[in-house]
């Protein structure tokens, strides 16, 4: 397996390193590296479940970025790693900060130390046999997110434990949206907090079994309903 991967250019470092200081201040944990074909799928967690009896949804959300075949270190170039967000955000930091003026040359990065043990990232969306259902507009995302970040700022005084905070947002952000009962406002939280949503922006829906995908032109927004959630 390759220890390191090359993005095209600084730009698209510097890209890699907006996403993941967004994913960052949503939460301070792990994200997940999938590389292949010449392309880099990097997912982070927005929310998901505490535990078997937590009906929280999967919110991911997904950058893709386009990889120089051929400069690896060592084996094809394919790997599916699971690292710490501010390790890799540390290490894409020291890059830009190295980086020449020639930006169209080719940036490589290390990959950190693996983390075994996140219950998400085992869970990987299907490829294909996406259909495509009504589309949201980006300002209904915007506003539902805006709205349950006031809310969840309102129901969770300093100091609260661990696990309330947890069951308030879960709560909160695994509420449909109105009008669009497959979308809960964990989504449209995921796509605001990482940056996917613009002005004019009309966000494509698709769904296959108990997955959602809301796609924007800066990435996507991956949502998988609990079991039980499906048959409410």
């Given at each position: 397996m ?16 907006v ?13 997940r590296?999938?590389a ?6 990097v ?5 998901h479940p ?16 386009a990889?120089v ?11 599916d ?16 900060e ?9 940036v490589?990065?290390s ?21 495509a ?15 349950g ?28 949206l ?11 939280f ?8 613009g002005?004019?922006?009309v966000?494509?829906?698709y ?8 796609t ?17």
């Amino acid at each position: 397996m390759s220890r390191s991967f090359t993005l095209v250019d600084s730009l698209a470092l510097g890209d890699l390193h907006v996403f993941l200081g967004r994913a960052l201040r949503v939460e301070d944990g792990s994200v997940r590296l999938i590389a292949g074909s010449g392309v880099l799928a990097v997912y982070v967690s927005v929310l998901h479940p505490a535990g078997l009896l937590d009906e929280s949804p999967t919110v991911l959300g997904l950058r893709t970025f386009a990889l120089v075949r051929g400069a690896e270190d060592e084996g094809d170039g394919s790997f599916d790693v699971v690292v710490p967000t501010r390790s890799l955000l540390m290490r894409a930091e020291g890059k830009l900060e190295a980086a020449t003026a020639a930006v169209a040359e080719p940036v490589s990065v290390s990959l950190p130390l693996e983390v075994n043990s996140v219950s998400w990232a085992a869970i990987s969306p299907p490829r294909g046999g996406w259909l495509a259902l009504e589309s949201v507009a980006s300002g209904t995302l915007d506003a539902v997110a805006r709205a349950g970040i006031d809310e969840v700022a309102a129901a969770i005084p300093t100091g609260t434990g661990e696990q309330i905070v947890h069951r308030v947002r879960s709560e909160i952000w695994g509420r449909p949206l109105t009008g669009f009962d497959h979308i809960p406002g964990g989504a449209a939280f995921a796509a605001l907090s990482l940056g996917f949503l613009g002005d004019d922006d009309v966000v494509a829906v698709y769904e296959t079994g108990p997955w959602t995908r809301l796609t924007t032109r800066r990435g996507h927004i991956l949502v998988k309903r609990r079991a039980w959630a499906l048959a409410r």
